[in-house]
């Protein structure tokens, strides 16, 4: 497989309930996770997508319904890609951070984006009770040597991670209250379609 070419950084004309498929890639040009969405809106921090309970959230191998609501964010700036998960999340996760890289959109035909990203292996992850830890660094350095990672990739990817980990122990902005803004406002957005 090919990676995909050509990317936008912004969804120009994307509006409110749009139809967004997050595609997930690994370095070597294989498929990773794919995750549909509703567009909720954007911020200075990027642009926010609501996965509500029951998405098929799926891989090469592996798929499932989410179990509860998330809220994705694909920043304007950085090496990563955020969700979010609300109270209900069975393994009460609240923030799970991709280290990532090539982030950018493209559109769908007849309608609708898609969000693609190569998923670097490190992966910041906070609970409902405040811990946060740096996930995958074994396999990340596994995945180095195996995909010829390049030596200045590496880095920035170990510098995002670090970055990033120091960011969500510190609650800053969007890893705090930011979130409970958007939940709001993507459950309007379920209830309106449902209603």
């Known amino acids: 497989m090919s990676l995909p070419q050509g990317l936008a950084a912004s969804p120009e004309g994307i509006a409110e309930g749009d139809f967004v498929m997050a595609r997930a890639w690994k370095y070597d040009g294989g498929a990773h996770w794919v995750v ?4 909720l809106g954007a911020d200075d921090h990027g642009h926010w997508v609501i996965q509500p309970t029951g998405s098929l959230v799926s891989r090469p191998g592996s798929a499932f319904h989410a179990a509860s609501d998330a809220i994705c964010l694909f920043p304007r700036h950085g090496d990563w890609v955020g969700t979010f998960y609300d109270e209900h999340h069975p393994e009460r996760l609240r923030v799970y951070l991709d280290v990532s890289h090539n982030l950018g959109w493209r559109p769908l035909k007849p309608v ?7 998923d670097m292996d490190l992966d910041v992850v906070g609970t409902a009770d405040g811990s946060v830890l740096l996930d995958d660094e074994d396999e990340f350095a596994e995945h180095a040597q ?7 990739l590496v880095e920035r990817m170990r510098s995002a991670a670090a970055d990033l980990l120091a960011r969500v122990r510190d609650g800053d902005e969007p890893f705090a209250s930011t979130i409970d803004t958007w939940f709001a406002r993507g459950r ?5 379609a449902v209603g």
């Open 188 to 192: 309007r957005l379920v209830a309106q």
């Open 146 to 152: 195996l995909m010829a990672y390049p030596p200045e």
């Open 36 to 39: 549909p969405g509703r567009y």
């Open 112 to 118: 609708g984006w898609e969000f693609n990203s190569i």
